[in-house]
């Protein structure tokens, strides 16, 4: 008897003139219009936590058999019946059209002719959880010798209750992704996405197939929703209620927006899996962004939601995404002698935003403004950012702090009269795999404080409006770049400044930079944006030098012989002064001083 699961070749053998002739016949048997057969549930998804359920073949596609539950159809009148019907049609074209052509070519094939040698994928419509729209189960991918309880097809199952539901073509497309990553990644691969990733790509399947473009009643503005209500949800961390899936699909879109769609087809088909898909996929495209850098300008995005500076980095082009996101930070006010303590259990990957607007009246002696960030050591790999809001201009500055021992500390210098807020995005970005439906928590303290600064800071994290920052483009401080088509090769700050290697000798004297092969070549644009400065310190004295170039490959230092005072009162910005090495300060002449800029 040959088995309703499975197509079979038929051996035909003839007889003919005493000779036998063996045609391999290409025919196969498929499943039969208006069959019952029997299938296994799975009872976490059903509406009566049952194992298995008959159901009939009602439709046959191009590329699917649509069942439909017999008890489910039993109840049905037959004017209901002739209406679900032309739903079912409906379905199948829809599948047949957009959403198999659209998500194979987005994201790859699926398993096929797969287990049961059948081209056509089962669609199941069978009763399930109200919560619940559908599921894919790879147990249906093995065998029943190894799986008693698999189906051996490529199947999906539906919630029959929502074929009428505007969000059953998105439901079908989500777990149609889920079919595709299966063979993508564990059979073809031999590896296992992180959770969070696969319901990435399948929350972002709907607008691949086009049912997010009409905004009212779709999947993407229900998820939307739900991330405005809670933003601050673990990125990683999978539990499978509903507020899992906002915060995948809401950065799906921004990885698609900033880094082209087939993004997703480049960590679908690579062997890496979670966080290391994603960096590797932007190696592949010609990025050069780490995933932190990603999650911090993704965490900008939300907040901020503009899209007008910066490169476009921190903010949406979707009109639905740049028309409702703007999260709200908590918020506090910054008044005279203000002392603020913030206390935090943070989970990884999740944006803790604060808000500190300046309430300072005229009054106040205090002008300035100083935070402090202690995260814990264990288990901790704290990202500070800060965003500040100037008074007197549109563009904000951002930035990240410096940390030491996952410690660190901003200092804003007149703060009163210049800032209307500063805001503090923390994540704690520790764990990178392994991610599980309960991640453990890591303790931070944030402080804020008013003050009056003596001296200036020595290390400003304000930088003056306009100057470029390393992460705006792909950078990081201490990287060596060079502009195409140009050798000069220079290091860059943190504060928008860099300086040149006057030649190679000099070059030399920095290895624990990583030499030539550390260089990275970059546009002539980004080179310029970085401000190119000439001053000077010796790392263990506080004397600050001035550059002379008196030749392509030869200069000399002027020790600039005046107060700090007065250097910051000439213009001078302390930001600008890079520290060299005793073998650079020693290999130039020392010409004249200066004592004034």
């Known amino acids: 008897m040959i088995s309703f699961l499975k197509k079979r070749k038929l051996i035909i053998t003839l007889l003919i003139s005493g000779g036998i002739f063996i045609i391999l016949s290409s025919f196969a048997f498929a499943d039969d219009l208006g069959k019952t057969y029997r299938f296994f549930l799975d009872s976490t998804y059903d509406f009566q936590a049952r194992t298995e359920v008959l159901a009939t073949l009602k439709k046959i596609s191009n590329n699917a058999y649509f069942y439909i539950e017999d008890e489910y159809w039993l109840k ?14 409906k379905l199948a074209k829809e599948f047949d059209n957009t959403i198999y052509p659209s998500l194979t070519y987005v994201f790859g094939q699926e398993w096929k002719p797969g287990i049961d040698n059948d081209e056509k994928i089962i669609i199941l419509l069978t009763q399930l959880k109200t919560s619940a729209g559908g599921y894919f189960n790879e147990k249906d991918e093995r065998s029943q010798s190894a799986e008693p309880t698999s189906n051996a097809r490529e199947m999906i199952y539906l919630n029959a209750t929502q074929l009428s539901s505007s969000l059953i073509y998105s439901l079908l497309a989500h777990e149609m992704q889920h079919l595709i990553s299966w063979n993508q990644k564990e059979k073809m691969r031999g590896v296992e996405d992180d959770i969070w990733l696969n319901e990435l790509r399948s929350e972002y399947a ?86 932190s850098q990603v999650f911090n300008n993704w965490a900008i995005a939300n907040f901020l939601n503009d899209n007008s500076f910066y490169l476009g980095q921190y903010g949406y082009k979707n009109p639905y995404l740049k028309g409702t996101i703007n999260i709200s930070p908590i918020t506090y006010s910054i008044v005279s002698a203000s002392v603020i303590n913030i206390a935090q259990q943070a989970k990884g990957w999740s944006p803790y935003m604060y808000r500190f607007f300046n309430k300072q009246g005229a009054e106040t002696i ?21 965003i500040i809001d100037y008074i007197s201009q549109i563009q904000p500055g951002i930035g990240t702090m410096n940390m030491l021992n996952q410690k660190g500390t901003i200092k804003i ?39 009056v600064f ?9 930088p003056p409006a306009g100057m470029a920052k390393p992460e705006d483009y792909g950078l990081k401080e201490g990287d060596l770049i060079r502009a195409e088509g140009d050798f000069d090769i220079f290091i860059i700050s943190q504060y928008g400044y860099k300086r040149l290697f006057l030649n190679p000798v000099i070059f030399n004297m920095y290895g624990h930079l990583g030499g030539w092969s550390s260089v990275k070549t970059v546009r002539p644009q980004v080179r310029d944006a970085f401000i190119t400065s000439n001053y000077y310190r010796y790392i263990d004295s506080p004397k600050v030098y001035q550059l002379e170039i008196t030749g392509g490959d030869t200069g000399k230092l002027h020790w600039l012989n005046m107060s700090g005072e007065n250097f910051l009162s000439q213009g001078g910005k302390p930001e600008s002064v890079f520290i060299i090495n005793k073998s650079e300060l020693n290999w130039y002449p020392k010409a004249a001083d200066k004592t004034s800029l």
């Not at 009163?416 to 928590?441: A, E, G």
């Not at 003596?454 to 304000?462: A, C, D, G, Y």
């Open 76 to 89: 049905l009148t037959y004017e209901q019946k002739s209406d679900y019907l032309e739903q079912v049609d």
């Open 206 to 291: 709907p607008t691949v197939c086009g049912y997010d473009s009409a905004y009212v009643g779709s999947n993407l503005e229900k998820r939307i929703d739900d991330f405005l209500a809670r933003p601050f949800d673990s990125l990683t961390e999978w539990k499978g209620d509903r507020y899992d899936y906002p915060s995948v699909n809401v950065f799906g879109h921004y990885l698609a927006e900033q880094f082209g769609e087939d993004i997703l087809k480049y960590i679908t088909q690579t062997s890496d899996v979670g966080i290391k898909s994603v960096e590797s996929a932007l190696i592949s495209k010609g990025y050069n962004f780490t995933f």
């Open 366 to 386: 205090a002008k300035d403004l100083e935070i402090e960030f202690e995260g814990a050591v264990s288990g901790g790999n704290f990202s500070v950012l800060y």
């Open 413 to 451: 210098p007149d703060f009163k009269n210049t800032i209307d807020s500063v805001t503090i995005l923390i994540s704690n970005q520790f764990k990178r795999t392994n991610f599980t439906n309960n991640d453990p928590t890591t303790n931070f303290i944030l402080s804020v404080a008013t003050t």
């Open 454 to 462: 003596i001296e200036p800071p020595n290390n400003p994290s304000t």
